[in-house]
């Protein structure tokens, strides 16, 4: 066969497996411009003022809507009130996955825990350093103990 003929079979099985796969997860996704296969919707965003772009879709589509970047779908939340909307539920509440960190820590600590077990340690901890009296100045434990220190040095006379 010819080089040509290759190349051509070989862009449209391409161009058709991006065709079906984009189509197969629309479903799932929030409204938006229709994709171009391959290239998603690059060409009707401005790159040099991604903004404004972003802001006339939301006028046609409304403030939460999917844009492709390439064949990658991206949520686009636009506008103040959408973001805050979408930050105050509880879905996502939660942070992302680190997965070296959960394999350490197995889930759990402060600083790589979330949803439900991050709540427990995050109250366990202000209580315990709360009872501790971590809250309060320490500049008068720390001076007590100062005092305490130099009558306990008194007392050994040097020795």
């Known amino acids: 066969m010819d080089l040509a003929v290759?190349?051509?079979?070989?862009f449209s099985c391409l161009l058709l497996l991006s065709l079906w796969?984009?189509?197969s997860g629309k479903g799932k996704l929030l409204p938006g411009p229709t994709p171009l296969p391959i290239?998603?919707?690059t060409l009707q965003l401005d790159v040099n003022d991604i903004s404004k772009s972003l802001s006339n879709?939301?006028?046609v589509c409304g403030p939460v809507f999917t844009?492709?970047?390439g064949m990658k779908p991206t949520v686009v939340l636009y506008g103040y009130e959408a973001v805050k909307e979408t930050l105050i539920g509880e879905e996502f509440s939660g942070r992302g996955?680190?997965?070296l960190p959960e394999r350490i820590s197995k889930g759990h600590g402060i600083l790589f825990s979330s949803g439900k077990r991050w709540k427990e340690t995050r109250r366990f901890s202000l209580v315990t350093l709360r009872n501790f009296r971590m809250g309060e100045s320490?500049?008068?434990r720390v001076q007590e103990e100062a005092r305490c220190l130099v009558e306990e040095?008194?007392?050994t006379n040097g020795g």
């Open 6 to 10: 290759v190349l051509v079979l070989y």
């Open 21 to 23: 796969k984009q189509s």
């Open 39 to 41: 290239l998603g919707n």
């Open 57 to 59: 879709l939301s006028e």
């Open 67 to 69: 844009v492709y970047f």
């Open 97 to 99: 996955s680190l997965p």
């Open 138 to 140: 320490v500049d008068d």
């Open 153 to 155: 040095l008194r007392k």
